[in-house]
């Protein structure tokens, strides 16, 4: 999502409030030079750490749970969730990327994460073990998906009675958004996830520097 620049300066922080010395998009009369750009990258790092960081704090996310990081990457939040789950819980951190599935198996063996297990999944296919997972993670993956329902048909199935679902993706409502193949429409993932028989708990926007991120909350019902 790096070096892309259609007004790349959003110093939104997690609270709302603009980032010191970050202006908004439409205050800037030109691109940035190669300084300001890996500035702003560096601040889009931070918040997106942060935002990480918080989202596997939240209270649903309890010690001893067994959760998924689904589309995992680098395993930025594998690593919080692992944390946040403690020794008595489980991570599956899942990718479809040999690369990504490399990259993970080296953090779980790095940072000594012994209650992570890396899942080499299918494009509709989490791979999850079954019942087993109470809340899973979906972030800036829903675009990617090939067939968006029948992944997320998928993955309930897979899913414990009640597990929760969040999906978190660049919302294609801002000025870059449009035309380009790294966003979604939140009102198209809601519908997505409906089809694929989940719940919506909730929808909420998530402004990161110039990003406009979506958190789309689901579950899956008891019966």
């Given at each position: 999502?790096?070096?892309?620049?259609?007004?790349?300066?959003?110093?939104?922080?997690?609270?709302?409030?603009?980032?010191?010395?970050?202006?908004?998009?439409?205050?800037?009369?030109?691109?940035?030079?190669?300084?300001?750009?890996?500035?702003?990258?560096?601040?889009?790092?931070?918040?997106?750490?942060?935002?990480?960081?918080?989202?596997?704090?939240?209270?649903?996310?309890?010690?001893?749970?067994?959760?998924?990081?689904?589309?995992?990457?680098?395993?930025?939040?594998?690593?919080?969730?692992?944390?946040?789950?403690?020794?008595?819980?489980?991570?599956?951190?899942?990718?479809i990327d040999p690369r990504a599935i490399d990259a993970l198996h080296r953090l779980s063996r790095e940072r000594g994460l012994e209650n992570v297990s890396v899942i080499q999944g299918q494009q509709n296919d989490p791979m999850l073990p079954a019942g087993r997972v109470e809340a899973a993670f979906l972030l800036k993956v829903y675009h990617q998906l090939e067939d968006a329902v029948a992944f997320l048909r998928t993955t309930r199935e897979q899913l414990a009675p009640g597990a929760l679902l969040w999906i978190v993706d660049v919302d294609v409502n801002q000025d870059w958004g449009r035309g380009t193949g790294s966003v979604s429409d939140p009102e198209q993932c809601r519908a997505d996830t409906i089809a694929a028989g989940f719940e919506i708990v909730r929808l909420r926007r998530i402004p990161i520097v110039d990003w406009k991120l979506y958190e789309l909350v689901a579950r899956k019902p008891t019966s």
């Open positions: 999502m790096r070096g892309r620049w259609h007004g790349i300066a959003i110093a939104v922080c997690l609270s709302g409030a603009l980032a010191p010395g970050l202006l908004p998009a439409q205050d800037h009369p030109h691109e940035p030079s190669k300084e300001e750009l890996a500035r702003l990258n560096a601040e889009w790092d931070r918040q997106y750490a942060a935002y990480q960081e918080a989202l596997a704090g939240s209270p649903e996310v309890r010690p001893g749970m067994v959760v998924a990081d689904l589309g995992a990457g680098r395993g930025g939040l594998t690593r919080e969730l692992a944390k946040a789950v403690g020794p008595e819980g489980h991570v599956y951190a899942n990718d």
